[in-house]
């Protein structure tokens, strides 16, 4: 990206209507809050997973003055944890419920990344303008017929929103695919978290998009737990077309 952090800043400002706060730059991931409830390892290790899987896909990028978008960020971890990784990106966390944006934004002041952190009440990616070099995402994705069988300590401890993926469990992945074709810039990542058994078909859902899907990253257990694509540029796509 050519622009400079605050050339940034003002781009998200008008494009979006935040405001920024300052902060310094330090994070420390420790002290992170979660909506009503504390964090479970499994969500931990599959936070590690699309965090990682962004990372490596980025490279030596992660030091560039980044734009990322986190749909559907919840308590921002995230995003959070990339912007802590990436000292020049600055992001913006989208999610339905005011609740989620509002813990999201203490845990940005928490962590210092106020000054590059922002939030919105949106569905998806529906207020956001511009082109983003990451989109990341960890929707909701449990078949609504699904929800009643889950442990308890997973249905108790989530609210509906953060499970209900639809009749099939894609809903969220296909409001996030056709967002991403509008959001990502040219060669633009988006990284998405995946529930048990839908690499294929989400994968499905990218390709017909127009994105260069990559092979899903597994998580410890090897089950495919996050899958990366790109936003090819107008001459790649008719090459390989
Ligand atoms: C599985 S949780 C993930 C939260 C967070 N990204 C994480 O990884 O911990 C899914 C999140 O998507 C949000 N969500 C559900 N439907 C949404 C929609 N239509 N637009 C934006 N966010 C939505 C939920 O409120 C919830 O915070």
Aim: charged letters at 20%.
């Amino acid at each position: 990206m050519s622009q400079g952090p605050m050339g940034v800043v003002g781009a998200l400002k008008r494009g979006l209507g935040v405001v920024t706060n300052s902060g310094s730059k330090a994070a420390r991931m420790e002290h992170f809050h979660q909506p009503e409830r504390e964090e479970s390892p499994v969500d931990q290790l599959r936070e590690l997973q699309a965090r990682e899987a962004a990372l490596a896909a980025l490279g030596s990028r992660r030091q560039h003055a980044l734009r990322i978008a986190d749909l559907g960020t919840g308590s921002g971890a995230l995003l959070l944890a990339l912007l802590s990784e990436c000292p020049r990106a600055l992001g913006i966390g989208t999610d339905l419920s005011q609740e989620a944006i509002a813990c999201a934004r203490r845990n940005a002041c928490a962590l210092q990344l106020r000054e590059r952190a922002f939030f919105t009440v949106c569905n998806y990616g529906a207020a956001l303008k511009g082109s983003f070099d990451l989109v990341v995402s960890n929707p909701p994705y449990v078949r609504r017929s699904d929800i009643a069988t889950l442990q308890p300590e997973v249905r108790l401890f989530d609210p509906a929103r953060a499970l209900d993926g639809g009749d099939d469990g894609l809903h969220g992945y296909r409001a996030i695919t056709t967002d991403a074709g509008r959001l990502l810039a040219p060669g633009g990542l988006i990284v998405v978290e995946l529930g048990a058994g839908q690499a294929n078909t989400v994968a499905t859902l990218f390709s017909a998009a127009g994105l260069a899907v990559e092979s899903p990253c597994p998580d410890l257990s090897g089950m495919p737990r996050a899958l990366l694509a790109r936003l090819m540029t107008r001459l790649l796509a008719r090459l390989r077309s």
